[in-house]
């Protein structure tokens, strides 16, 4: 079992790959809170150690036009291809979504857009161990 | 008849004490019911025709306990009653004398208003007089007519709470009307609706104080009622094992047996505490969360919903696999959370998912090669879809039923076996559903979707052709004819396969998760 960042530390990066797509788009663009709390990277059939915790931010994004979104899409896109993430899935034209991870830390993010209007960005760490270093094992 | 001077004598404190005195012993009752009940599951393991009859007795008993809990909380109710209407009508009285005595009026026994000072009135009193006698002669004959109708009203409820009337008398067969009545368990989930909604408000209340564990595991009964008696009942179980780990954290030593169960015992109330942290103080940005069943029994069960499924557009119900249990239901739990987020972002106006932990499931993979858990778990799955058609309010939901690992074949059997009520069925990491072919699940095929991630280790299990897979092939093959969506390829290692990959699905924004979201709102997949 390996250190990894702390929690804190992955929050904090979290919303710095979050605030990179945001700063793509226009300045109008408002951002909603949806979740922004760990979760927790366990499962029983799962044999990996417990008590690591994933810090998984999600947002609304308000107040720009459905009819640009993808254009969003391509813009993002284009700048994750050459900003070091790999793109793991866009499944347009049938889904609005897209999916990258960061090749240097392995964070994951992705956007999605629905047939509503609702668009929005989500993020997440790799699971971590809340203070770096592996919890004893009971 | 209530006369003007019984009313304006009585002590209203006599009525709240006489609520308070019949609530303590409906109480106790219900009390001495539930630990007869106790004593019986406890005697489960006892077989014979001796054990047959000894636990049928018991189990009248607990009934009688029961109807004669009903009998006393409805005295209570009455009581209180009294003390509501009939103290009111006292209290006119008294204002109303009070007022006559501020105008120098005597008020008789009988309630006859008298002017004694009549003739020191001045100027325009007299009329003033005449009015105030009139309206307050006016107070005090409602004030007895008010009073009479209730006396006479509550007395006649009284009397119908006879001994023989709720068949607690030695030698009657039969329980009050209204515990006679809840339906058994495995009643037709419509048939409950209908039988929950004939009954009176005032009716419904009591059941739901009296009768709360049956009321929540029962399938038909509205997705808020379960809830509530499910809170209640969530405070039985956890009392029920506080007691079972003090018995044996006193023993001066234990047997390995006897660790194993408090281990046990100690995981379990950690799952009760999971599940009360959801309902009462959910994260900012998570949905209402309704308790649909808890059962700290075996292994344990829990029926969590996130949103309201009574009301939501689209319904998923999500069926965990190997290792479901009680104690380790937070993150199946986090999974509705993380499908209900999905489906909102995907466009669905309004989304319920529901973590059905309500079957035993194997608890290794050794046990999971083993059908019989599906074969058991069929009609609870099949009933629990049943009763979401019938509590639905408005138009029918999109309901879709998804599968991890063994709760897979659960759904597998359910459709296959009982022609299980969804629109749609979700297999996330299958080992099997029993069938070889998507249309043998009695859905069309463009309804049953299937997913597994290249390194999920499940896929060792369909390596072989019957009869040496287990539980028939991955319906994420290519011969299975249903519709396939991707997942993230999951952690690999050296073999090619992971267990991590195996649970992976919902983490971390997995394309899974997202084609998931798009199943429940009912939008394509990719």
Not at chain 1, 125 to 135: E, F, I, L, N, R
Not at chain 2, 158 to 163: I, K, N, S, V, Y
Not at chain 2, 164 to 190: F, L, M, N
């Given at each position: 079992?390996?250190?990894?960042?702390?929690?804190?530390?992955?929050?904090?990066?979290?919303?710095?790959?979050?605030?990179?797509?945001?700063?793509?788009?226009?300045?109008?663009?408002?951002?909603?809170?949806?979740?922004?709390?760990?979760?927790?990277?366990?499962?029983?059939?799962?044999?990996?150690?417990?008590?690591?915790?994933?810090?998984?931010?999600?947002?609304?994004?308000?107040?720009?036009?459905?009819?640009?979104?993808?254009?969003?899409?391509?813009?993002?896109?284009?700048?994750?291809?050459?900003?070091?993430?790999?793109?793991?899935?866009?499944?347009?034209?049938?889904?609005?979504?897209?999916?990258?991870?960061?090749?240097?830390d392995?964070?994951?993010?992705?956007?999605?857009?629905?047939?509503?209007?609702?668009?929005?960005?989500?993020?997440?760490?790799?699971?971590?161990?809340?203070?770096?270093?592996?919890?004893?094992?009971? | 008849?209530?006369?003007?001077?019984?009313?304006?004598?009585?002590?209203?404190?006599?009525?709240?004490?006489?609520?308070?005195?019949?609530?303590?012993?409906?109480?106790?009752?219900?009390?001495?019911?539930?630990?007869?009940?106790?004593?019986?599951?406890?005697?489960?393991?006892?077989?014979?025709?001796?054990?047959?009859?000894?636990?049928?007795?018991?189990?009248?008993?607990?009934?009688?306990?029961?109807?004669?809990?009903?009998?006393l909380?409805?005295?209570?109710?009455?009581?209180?009653?009294?003390?509501?209407?009939?103290?009111?009508?006292?209290?006119?009285?008294?204002?109303?004398?009070?007022?006559?005595?501020?105008?120098?009026?005597?008020?008789?026994?009988?309630?006859t208003?008298?002017?004694?000072?009549?003739?020191?009135?001045?100027a325009?009193?007299?009329?003033?007089?005449r009015?105030?006698?009139?309206?307050?002669?006016?107070?005090?004959?409602?004030?007895?007519?008010?009073?009479?109708?209730?006396?006479?009203?509550?007395?006649?409820?009284?009397?119908?709470?006879?001994?023989?009337?709720?068949?607690?008398?030695?030698?009657?067969?039969?329980?009050t009307?209204?515990?006679?009545?809840?339906?058994?368990?495995?009643?037709?989930?419509?048939?409950?609706?209908?039988?929950?909604?004939?009954?009176?408000?005032?009716e419904?209340?009591?059941?739901?104080?009296?009768?709360?564990?049956?009321?929540?595991?029962?399938?038909?009964?509205?997705?808020?009622?379960?809830?509530?008696?499910?809170?209640?009942?969530?405070?039985?179980?956890?009392?029920?094992?506080?007691?079972?780990?003090?018995?044996?954290?006193?023993?001066?030593?234990?047997?390995?047996?006897?660790?194993?169960?408090?281990?046990?015992?100690?995981?379990?109330?950690?799952?009760?505490?999971?599940?009360?942290?959801?309902?009462?103080?959910?994260?900012?940005?998570?949905?209402?969360?309704?308790?649909?069943?808890?059962?700290?029994?075996?292994?344990?069960?829990?029926?969590?919903?996130?949103?309201?499924?009574?009301?939501?557009?689209?319904?998923?119900?999500?069926?965990?696999?190997?290792?479901?249990?009680?104690?380790?239901?937070?993150?199946?739990?986090?999974?509705?959370?993380?499908?209900?987020?999905?489906?909102?972002?995907?466009?669905?106006?309004?989304?319920?998912?529901?973590?059905?932990i309500?079957?035993?499931?194997p608890?290794?993979?050794?046990?999971?090669?083993?059908?019989?858990?599906?074969?058991?778990?069929?009609?609870?799955?099949?009933?629990?879809?049943?009763?979401?058609?019938?509590?639905?309010?408005?138009?029918?939901?999109?309901?879709?039923?998804?599968?991890?690992?063994?709760?897979?074949?659960?759904?597998?059997?359910?459709?296959?076996?009982?022609?299980?009520?969804?629109?749609?069925?979700?297999?996330?990491?299958?080992?099997?559903?029993?069938?070889?072919?998507?249309?043998?699940?009695?859905?069309?095929?463009?309804?049953?979707?299937?997913?597994?991630?290249?390194?999920?280790?499940?896929?060792?299990?369909?390596?072989?052709?019957?009869?040496f897979?287990?539980?028939?092939?991955?319906?994420?093959g290519?011969?299975?004819?249903?519709s396939?969506?991707?997942?993230d390829?999951?952690?690999?290692?050296?073999?090619?396969?992971?267990?991590?990959?195996?649970?992976?699905?919902?983490?971390?924004?997995?394309?899974?998760?997202?084609?998931?979201?798009?199943?429940?709102?009912?939008?394509?997949?990719?």
């Amino acid at each position: 079992m390996r250190n990894t960042i702390t929690q804190e530390e992955a929050a904090k990066r979290v919303e710095e790959h979050i605030h990179a797509v945001v700063a793509l788009l226009p300045k109008e663009a408002r951002l909603e809170l949806g979740l922004s709390d760990p979760q927790n990277c366990d499962d029983p059939t799962d044999n990996g150690p417990r008590g690591r915790v994933t810090e998984s931010h999600d947002y609304q994004i308000h107040d720009l036009p459905p009819t640009d979104y993808n254009a969003y899409f391509d813009t993002i896109k284009q700048w994750w291809e050459t900003h070091n993430y790999q793109i793991l899935a866009d499944s347009r034209p049938k889904d609005m979504y897209l999916w990258a991870e960061n090749k240097n830390d392995s964070f994951r993010i992705s956007i999605k857009a629905n047939d509503v209007g609702g668009f929005y960005v989500i993020a997440s760490s790799p699971c971590v161990w809340p203070q770096g270093t592996p919890a004893p094992r009971e | 008849m209530v006369t003007f001077a019984d009313l304006h004598e009585v002590d209203p404190q006599v009525f709240r004490q006489g609520e308070r005195a019949w609530q303590t012993m409906s109480n106790t009752m219900g009390e001495r019911a539930a630990e007869v009940r106790r004593v019986n599951d406890a005697l489960a393991d006892w077989e014979g025709d001796a054990a047959t009859a000894a636990k049928a007795t018991f189990q009248g008993h607990s009934q009688k306990l029961d109807a004669c809990s009903d009998t006393l909380f409805e005295a209570y109710r009455l009581w209180g009653e009294a003390a509501d209407r009939i103290g009111a009508a006292h209290r006119r009285i008294l204002d109303g004398a009070a007022e006559c005595r501020y105008w120098g009026l005597t008020v008789t026994a009988d309630g006859t208003i008298h002017d004694d000072n009549a003739r020191n009135r001045m100027a325009d009193e007299p009329v003033r007089i005449r009015e105030v006698i009139a309206k307050y002669s006016g107070v005090f004959r409602d004030a007895v007519t008010d009073a009479t109708a209730a006396d006479a009203q509550i007395a006649a409820s009284f009397r119908r709470l006879t001994a023989e009337a709720v068949g607690a008398a030695p030698g009657s067969d039969s329980t009050t009307a209204a515990s006679a009545t809840v339906p058994v368990r495995g009643t037709s989930p419509a048939e409950v609706k209908r039988w929950w909604d004939s009954l009176t408000p005032m009716e419904q209340e009591s059941l739901l104080f009296t009768r709360s564990s049956e009321l929540g595991m029962l399938d038909g009964i509205p997705a808020e009622i379960r809830d509530r008696a499910n809170r209640f009942q969530l405070v039985e179980e956890r009392a029920e094992l506080d007691a079972q780990k003090q018995r044996l954290e006193t023993l001066p030593s234990r047997t390995h047996e006897q660790e194993l169960e408090l281990k046990s015992i100690n995981e379990k109330l950690g799952g009760l505490d999971t599940i009360e942290k959801r309902l009462t103080s959910p994260q900012a940005g998570q949905q209402q969360a309704y308790l649909l069943g808890i059962d700290s029994s075996g292994n344990g069960r829990a029926i969590v919903a996130i949103g309201n499924p009574d009301t939501a557009a689209n319904v998923a119900t999500f069926v965990p696999g190997t290792g479901a249990r009680l104690g380790s239901c937070g993150t199946d739990i986090g999974r509705s959370d993380s499908m209900v987020k999905a489906a909102n972002r995907a466009g669905s106006p309004s989304t319920a998912s529901i973590t059905w932990i309500g079957y035993d499931a194997p608890q290794d993979l050794v046990a999971a090669a083993d059908e019989d858990y599906a074969q058991n778990a069929r009609q609870d799955l099949d009933r629990f879809q049943d009763g979401l058609r019938a509590t639905h309010e408005g138009t029918p939901s999109h309901n879709t039923v998804i599968g991890h690992s063994y709760g897979s074949t659960v759904i597998g059997h359910t459709a296959r076996d009982m022609n299980i009520n969804a629109d749609d069925v979700v297999f996330v990491g299958s080992p099997g559903t029993g069938v070889s072919r998507a249309e043998d699940l009695g859905l069309p095929p463009e309804h049953v979707h299937s997913t597994v991630a290249e390194h999920d280790i499940i896929q060792v299990t369909n390596v072989f052709k019957e009869p040496f897979d287990v539980h028939g092939p991955d319906p994420a093959g290519p011969m299975f004819g249903g519709s396939v969506f991707t997942s993230d390829p999951g952690t690999s290692s050296w073999t090619g396969y992971s267990t991590e990959a195996h649970s992976q699905y919902w983490d971390r924004e997995n394309k899974a998760l997202n084609n998931m979201g798009n199943i429940i709102a009912g939008k394509p997949t990719t």
